[in-house]
């Protein structure tokens, strides 16, 4: 009896010992792939890019010593990022490297760095304005950016707003048809890089109807855009007669598109219900939980459970990986915080395989356990939230984490 | 005109005795109950179970000084909702706070009442009286 107890004392004093170091959470994967935290407590890393030279960027959304990007690179090529340069004086979330520069964005305007042959920033204090002015009122207000293979720019210009109604938010305020947001947000907007200083009127509204498009990637192999957008909140709160507490944690699906020019995704007037695959009216536009509407919108390739937050799209194109994943999406997903009271969900790395641009079967989780505990009853509490992806020369991925600032590198060891 | 005055002191000490009497009866944690419903209904999606919010989007109640301060402040955050960024314990939030004057004085009184005894929070109850007088300036 006397020595359980002491196995019992030591075991707790080896616990303690144990929990010391800096927690980290496993991340699980499937079988034959690993993975390796690159960066750590950088705060609110958002969209990260990786240069073909191995460099990773990161953008930051709260500045960390007054800079808003920080670049890791390998000096000695020895597997550790042990350099770092930081530099940008603003927050934001977009950032991605194409033909010669880096690209990064604050909440209103895009910025651009050249690169040297050395893949050197040639001047990180000055940067040049590719476009400003972009619509700015805090809500859904993060600018991700891709380009397509004619190096034209897209940008994401979230609404802000739930569904468009008089008063957003407000329990019993009716939705505006049509909306006036879709005018200059709510949409994909299409610009030139050949240009600078541009602003909202020299692009193209390129697609619409999207409430908040965080995650966009170009599809090099059938050359379209691809999107996730994060649907509307609050079905079960405002209209608890329709949605049950069940049906508002579940709806509406967060969606994944593939978007031609002038396609119209449907928001504020439809969200997309995966349990009945149809465009439902909003209640706010006179739905009931099952009248359709918006007849002219295009439906998405999948609907994921609802809330889960898809905040990035990576088209993966690389060659490392098995063969299965090659032309797939994988979507980071945030994590829920409007399923309360039931449990949060999300907080993984989805997988959905594809060939010539469309699904070829059901989306799986691929990286999981980035909030280090099951189940997430408050959001607060969740170790990590994944919010970007980027794909390394070669071919691994990049998850970034805006809650405690890491980046893990996942590599296939075949 | 001292008699009126003398009735109006009896008359006002009734009433606050009254109003102590309902106080003790329809104790606090029956406030609190009715708080938490409320709470639970209206609030708890943004702000979360435990008070703690949703990091750059909705602030916490834990601990603010917008909970446990001033009550005219806070019963006008709840009807009026905010668009202003306010800055709670060093940090924005980027969601709007909406207007909630849909809600009754007392639901209001009780959801206030529930949220600073909650989360760590100790301070005064917030009484319909309140809520009512100020909805009514508005």
Same mark, same amino acid.
């Given at each position: 009896?006397?020595?359980?107890?002491?196995?019992?004392?030591?075991?707790?004093?080896?616990?303690?010992?144990?929990?010391?170091?800096?927690?980290?959470?496993?991340?699980?994967?499937?079988?034959?792939?690993?993975?390796?935290?690159?960066?750590?407590?950088?705060?609110?890393?958002?969209?990260?890019?990786?240069?073909?030279?191995?460099?990773?960027?990161?953008?930051?959304?709260?500045?960390?010593?007054?800079?808003?990007?920080?670049?890791?690179?390998?000096?000695?090529?020895?597997?550790?990022?042990?350099?770092?340069?930081?530099?940008?004086?603003?927050?934001?979330?977009?950032?991605?490297?194409?033909?010669?520069?880096?690209?990064?964005?604050?909440?209103?305007?895009?910025?651009?760095?050249?690169?040297?042959?050395?893949?050197?920033?040639?001047?990180?204090?000055?940067?040049?304005?590719?476009?400003?002015?972009?619509?700015?009122?805090?809500?859904?207000?993060?600018?991700?950016?891709?380009?397509?293979?004619?190096?034209?720019?897209?940008?994401?210009?979230?609404?802000?707003?739930?569904?468009?109604?008089?008063?957003?938010?407000?329990?019993?305020?009716?939705?505006?048809?049509?909306?006036?947001?879709?005018?200059?947000?709510?949409?994909?907007?299409?610009?030139?890089?050949?240009?600078?200083?541009?602003?909202?009127?020299?692009?193209?509204?390129?697609?619409?109807?999207?409430?908040?498009?965080?995650?966009?990637?170009?599809?090099?192999?059938?050359?379209?855009?691809?999107?996730?957008?994060?649907?509307?909140?609050?079905?079960?709160?405002?209209?608890?007669?329709?949605?049950?507490?069940?049906?508002?944690?579940?709806?509406?699906?967060?969606?994944?598109?593939?978007?031609?020019?002038?396609?119209?995704?449907?928001?504020?007037?439809?969200?997309?219900?995966?349990?009945?695959?149809?465009?439902?009216?909003?209640?706010?536009?006179?739905?009931?939980?099952?009248?359709?509407?918006?007849?002219?919108?295009?439906?998405?390739?999948?609907?994921?459970?609802?809330?889960?937050?898809?905040?990035?799209?990576?088209?993966?194109?690389?060659?490392?990986?098995?063969?299965?994943?090659?032309?797939?999406?994988?979507?980071?997903?945030?994590?829920?915080?409007?399923?309360?009271?039931?449990?949060?969900?999300?907080?993984?790395?989805?997988?959905?395989?594809?060939?010539?641009?469309?699904?070829?079967?059901?989306?799986?989780?691929?990286?999981?356990?980035?909030?280090?505990?099951?189940?997430?009853?408050?959001?607060?509490?969740?170790?990590?939230?994944?919010?970007?992806?980027?794909?390394?020369?070669?071919?691994?991925?990049?998850?970034?984490?805006?809650?405690?600032?890491?980046?893990?590198?996942?590599?296939?060891?075949? | 005109?001292?008699?009126?005055?003398?009735?109006?002191?009896?008359?006002?000490?009734?009433?606050?005795?009254?109003?102590?009497?309902?106080?003790?009866?329809?104790?606090?944690?029956?406030?609190?109950?009715?708080?938490?419903?409320?709470?639970?209904?209206?609030?708890?999606?943004?702000?979360? $179970? /435990?008070?703690?919010?949703?990091? !750059?989007?909705?602030?916490?109640?834990?601990?603010? *000084?917008?909970? #446990?301060?001033?009550?005219?402040?806070?019963?006008?955050?709840?009807?009026?909702?905010?668009?202003?960024?306010?800055?709670?314990?060093?940090?924005?939030?980027?969601?709007?706070?909406?207007?909630?004057?849909?809600?009754?004085?007392?639901?209001? $009184? /009780?959801?206030?009442?529930?949220? !600073?005894?909650?989360?760590?929070?100790?301070?005064? *109850?917030?009484? #319909?009286?309140?809520?009512?007088?100020?909805?009514?300036?508005?």
């Amino acid at each position: 009896m006397q020595k359980i107890i002491l196995v019992v004392a030591m075991l707790m004093v080896l616990n303690i010992v144990v929990a010391q170091p800096k927690q980290q959470v496993p991340i699980q994967l499937p079988t034959g792939f690993s993975s390796k935290i690159v960066a750590n407590d950088l705060g609110r890393v958002r969209h990260i890019a990786v240069n073909s030279n191995g460099d990773l960027y990161m953008k930051l959304d709260r500045l960390v010593n007054g800079k808003g990007i920080y670049r890791l690179r390998d000096k000695n090529n020895d597997g550790v990022m042990e350099d770092t340069l930081a530099f940008g004086n603003y927050t934001g979330t977009g950032i991605a490297i194409n033909n010669g520069y880096l690209y990064a964005t604050s909440d209103q305007t895009i910025y651009r760095y050249k690169l040297d042959a050395n893949q050197n920033i040639v001047n990180p204090d000055q940067p040049e304005i590719v476009v400003d002015g972009l619509i700015n009122k805090r809500q859904h207000a993060s600018k991700s950016i891709t380009f397509d293979k004619e190096g034209n720019l897209y940008v994401n210009i979230g609404a802000p707003s739930n569904v468009c109604q008089e008063q957003d938010r407000q329990k019993g305020s009716p939705g505006l048809t049509p909306c006036p947001i879709l005018e200059n947000a709510g949409g994909i907007w299409q610009f030139s890089t050949t240009k600078t200083n541009q602003t909202l009127n020299d692009g193209v509204r390129y697609a619409t109807g999207m409430r908040n498009a965080l995650g966009i990637d170009w599809n090099n192999e059938v050359n379209d855009l691809y999107v996730t957008i994060h649907g509307r909140d609050m079905l079960y709160q405002y209209f608890p007669e329709m949605y049950d507490q069940k049906r508002g944690a579940e709806l509406p699906s967060e969606t994944f598109y593939r978007v031609k020019k002038g396609d119209d995704c449907g928001w504020p007037y439809i969200h997309w219900d995966h349990f009945q695959n149809k465009k439902i009216l909003n209640p706010e536009y006179g739905g009931d939980g099952k009248k359709e509407g918006a007849p002219n919108a295009i439906s998405p390739l999948v609907g994921f459970p609802g809330h889960m937050a898809p905040n990035a799209l990576l088209i993966y194109s690389g060659n490392q990986f098995p063969a299965k994943y090659k032309h797939g999406a994988f979507i980071a997903f945030h994590g829920s915080w409007n399923r309360t009271p039931e449990p949060q969900e999300g907080f993984y790395v989805v997988f959905v395989p594809m060939k010539d641009g469309v699904p070829t079967g059901k989306w799986e989780v691929f990286a999981d356990g980035f909030s280090g505990m099951t189940p997430v009853t408050n959001l607060s509490a969740a170790k990590h939230r994944p919010t970007g992806l980027a794909q390394g020369e070669d071919g691994s991925i990049y998850v970034s984490d805006d809650k405690a600032g890491y980046v893990w590198k996942i590599s296939y060891n075949k | 005109m001292r008699l009126k005055v003398v009735i109006i002191i009896i008359g006002l000490i009734f009433l606050s005795v009254g109003a102590f009497a309902q106080k003790s009866t329809q104790s606090k944690s029956k406030l609190m109950l009715n708080g938490k419903k409320v709470y639970d209904m209206y609030c708890q999606a943004c702000h979360q $179970a /435990d008070g703690n919010g949703v990091p !750059r989007l909705n602030p916490p109640l834990a601990g603010t *000084v917008y909970v #446990t301060g001033s009550k005219t402040r806070l019963i006008d955050i709840v009807l009026n909702g905010l668009t202003d960024p306010l800055e709670i314990n060093g940090e924005e939030y980027n969601n709007p706070m909406a207007a909630h004057s849909f809600l009754t004085d007392q639901q209001i $009184a /009780d959801v206030l009442t529930y949220i !600073r005894n909650s989360f760590g929070n100790k301070a005064g *109850v917030v009484t #319909t009286a309140e809520v009512k007088k100020q909805r009514a300036k508005k």
